[in-house]
């Protein structure tokens, strides 16, 4: 009988940490591309070339965007929560830091 009460803590202890709710974990993650995003666009926000027209500069930016976007959906289809900041390093109005 000694044993049993000696061993009982132990197998609580055990069942409470199994009862826990794991806690889920907010990844922050901020994205820095040169998208050149005020030099597409104007400030009412219409796109400053034509329907058929990409400006070059653009592409690479876009590109490394894309490939981001792809493993954070990876990591989405995981099961990690993310919550994505996502930085124009090129902008013309603001700094980095602003």
Do not use: W
Not at 18 to 42: E, G, M, N, W
Not at 70 to 76: F, Q, W
Not at 78 to 83: A, M, P, Q, V
Request: include cysteine; aromatic fraction near 14%; charge should be negative.
């Amino acid at each position: 009988m000694k044993k049993i009460f000696s061993v009982l803590p132990v197998v609580f202890f055990c069942i409470a940490l199994q009862a826990q709710q794991p806690t889920t974990v907010k990844h922050r993650i901020a994205l820095f591309a040169p998208l050149y995003l005020d030099s597409a666009f104007d400030a009412t926000g219409t796109y400053r070339y034509g329907k058929n027209e990409f400006p070059d500069f653009i592409s690479p930016g876009l590109e490394f965007y894309e490939g981001a976007q792809l493993a954070l959906d990876s990591m989405r289809n995981d099961g990690k929560e993310l919550e994505v900041y996502v930085y124009d390093t090129r902008s013309a109005t603001q700094t980095l830091a602003q």
